[in-house]
């Protein structure tokens, strides 16, 4: 795979981040779900309004990553009371990281999870959070992998379904050290 570039959306990625967001939550989640629901939650979830009003959000941030001029995929972050729950000061949630189907296996997931610890070791925070689909087995490893620990569920809506996730949290010790994912 040629190398893999990292960089923060703008209003001027609006449409790409539409299309890879998409994209990556329908190959990702289709197969456990309605096609109703489906179609509901990619209309309504990544509409170009909401987009909009999330990537002018200073306390939410995305970062598209590119091969060969092509959008893999993305991580969001939200910090401050742009947090979907927990709105802790000292804390970063991960939002979203998905990465297109033909590129899991290649490291392109942890490039944007070591985005996101550069980012919270800039902010100073004690931990980084998030939710994960108790179905997305792939995920959950991946973020155990990465130190996380299980500490809650709550209750996500996709469409007319509500769905548990696993809230998960990583204690960030601020020297970078050993947690940059290199396992």
């Known amino acids: 795979m040629n190398t893999v570039i990292l960089h923060k959306a703008s209003l001027s990625d609006l449409e790409e981040l539409q299309k890879i967001s998409r994209q990556t939550f329908h190959e990702t989640f289709a197969d456990d779900n309605t096609e109703d629901n489906m179609q509901k939650y990619l209309s309504e979830g990544f509409s170009i309004g909401k987009l909009t009003t999330e990537i002018t959000n200073p306390n939410s941030e995305f970062y598209l990553a590119t091969s060969n001029n092509k ?5 969001k972050i939200n ?23 033909e590129f899991h296996g290649k490291n392109v997931g942890q490039l944007l999870y ?10 100073n925070v004690d931990y980084i959070w998030l939710g994960v689909w108790e179905k997305n087995p792939r995920a959950i490893r991946f973020y155990k ?22 809230l998960m949290k990583l204690e960030i010790n601020n ?8 396992g």
């Open 71 to 75: 959008t893999i995929g993305y991580l």
């Open 79 to 101: 910090s401050g009371q742009s947090q979907t729950e927990l709105k802790d000061s000292k804390a970063i949630e991960v939002e979203r990281i998905y990465v297109l189907k």
């Open 114 to 123: 070591n985005k996101a610890l550069e980012i919270a070791h800039q902010k």
């Open 145 to 166: 992998k990465n130190g996380f620990m299980e500490f809650d569920k709550h209750v996500f809506i996709l469409g007319e379904d509500e769905q548990t996730d696993i």
């Open 175 to 182: 020297n970078l050290g050993g947690r940059l994912g290199k």
